[in-house]
């Protein structure tokens, strides 16, 4: 299996401040790498595909990079409603797997 | 608009079982695979099951190999998971989700617990 290796854990940043989750694969998943924001009480929601693709009606200040085993989602100027969890997800290789997770929270 | 309706969860004894349906519409039910994916209270994410759009193929990871079957009737748009010989570990939030490899459309969610 894949095991995807999410960090930080847990994240603490300011309104307006840019900040960076990262994933990274034990092998080369050539891109096939899906990011996922769930909000507190709320289902998750895909938010970026093929490692840097933006799913439909997501904010420009969300982005995401990366290529082989290391990848990273990148929020610029931080709002309040981001306050959120984030998971990355692989798609390269069953069984399909997910890093375990960031909590973002406001400072 | 994509709607996916899970019903069907609740609290279960270990070693008995439970059947989960979700209710798809607003896209063409036939031709997306469909999933499962479930979330331990306070925890990450597990895929846990998925299906072709005609049905006829299934995929597990070992964790619920053998005791989960997922199955679809593309008439209806509904997805089911058959779940038995139940464990507390298999307590957690089940999502229905569409599958493209990966999982753009989530439903609400149906909680299930397995406790004596």
């Known amino acids: 299996d894949i095991q995807m290796t999410q960090s930080p854990a847990s994240l603490s940043a300011s309104l307006g401040e840019t900040v960076t989750i990262e994933c990274r694969a034990s092998?080369?998943?050539?891109?096939?790498l899906a990011w996922y924001q769930q909000k507190p009480g709320n289902s998750p929601q895909l938010l970026i595909y093929d490692a840097n693709s933006l799913a439909d009606g997501v904010p420009s200040r969300f982005s995401g990079s990366g290529s082989g085993t290391q990848y990273s989602l990148k929020i610029n100027s931080l709002q309040s409603e981001d306050v959120a969890s984030y998971f990355c997800q692989q798609y390269n290789n069953y069984p399909w797997t997910f890093g375990g997770g960031t909590k973002l929270e406001l400072k | 608009e994509v709607q996916l309706v899970e019903t069907g969860g609740g609290l279960v004894q270990p070693g008995r079982s439970l059947k989960l349906s979700c209710v798809a519409s607003?896209?063409?039910?036939?031709?997306?695979?469909m999933s499962w994916t479930r979330q331990a209270p306070g925890k990450g994410l597990e895929w846990v099951a998925s299906i072709t759009n005609s049905g006829g193929s299934t995929y597990y990871p070992d964790s619920v190999k053998g005791r989960f079957t997922i199955s679809r009737d593309n008439a209806q748009n509904t997805l089911y998971l058959q779940m038995n010989s139940l464990r507390s570990e298999d307590t957690a939030t089940y999502y229905c989700?569409?599958?493209?490899?990966?999982?753009?459309?989530w439903g609400q969610g149906v909680m299930v617990t397995v406790s004596s």
């Open positions: 092998e080369d998943i050539y891109s096939n």
């Open positions: 607003g896209f063409t039910f036939n031709n997306y695979w």
């Open positions: 989700t569409r599958d493209t490899g990966l999982f753009d459309y």
